[in-house]
């Protein structure tokens, strides 16, 4: 069986959902969220309940800007998990956020070449609803 975006399943599922749904329910209404220490206003990326500057468990989901830069990538021809193998290739990237993570998605809407998709090429954010619960935030040229 294959989704509406042409994903075989079954697909990785997020871990930790509970601390993470803010971040998936915002993704599923197309808007990105990032979690930041209330006590000392760091963003962090990866999700992690714990602040990696102070140590604070105050944290808290704030929207970002979507925009971000291309910090690097690569261009997928044999996927590491089966339910993406149709559609490679594609381009798996770090994008640098204007907030200051780092987060790993694609970049879409280009050719997954290195003639289209550069490093430090401007990207801003765009979302696919890869099944009716699931939404990736993915990257496009800005
Ligand atoms: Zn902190």
């Known amino acids: 069986m294959t989704t509406s975006a042409g994903y075989r399943k079954p697909l990785?599922?997020?871990?930790?959902?509970?601390?993470t749904k803010p971040f998936w329910d915002a993704a599923k209404r197309h808007e990105l969220v990032l979690p930041r220490c209330k006590q000392c206003a760091m963003y962090?990326?990866?999700?992690?309940?714990?602040?990696?500057n102070c140590f604070s468990l105050?944290?808290?989901w704030v929207p970002a800007s979507g925009r971000g830069r291309v910090y690097a990538f690569t261009i997928v021809h044999q996927a590491a998990?089966?339910?993406?193998?149709?559609?490679?290739?594609?381009?798996?990237?770090?994008?640098?956020?204007?907030?200051?993570?780092?987060?790993?998605?694609?970049?879409?809407?280009c050719a997954p070449t290195p003639e289209e998709v550069k490093v430090d090429m401007p990207v801003v954010v765009?979302?696919?609803?890869?099944?009716p619960e699931w939404t990736l935030p993915k990257f496009r040229p800005a």
């Open 58 to 60: 105050d944290i808290e």
């Open 81 to 109: 998990h089966p339910a993406f193998q149709e559609e490679t290739p594609y381009v798996h990237a770090v994008i640098q956020l204007d907030e200051g993570v780092r987060m790993i998605s694609n970049v879409v809407g």
């Open 44 to 52: 962090h990326f990866y999700p992690r309940e714990t602040c990696p």
């Open 126 to 131: 765009t979302f696919d609803d890869v099944t």
């Open 12 to 19: 990785p599922y997020p871990e930790n959902r509970e601390f």
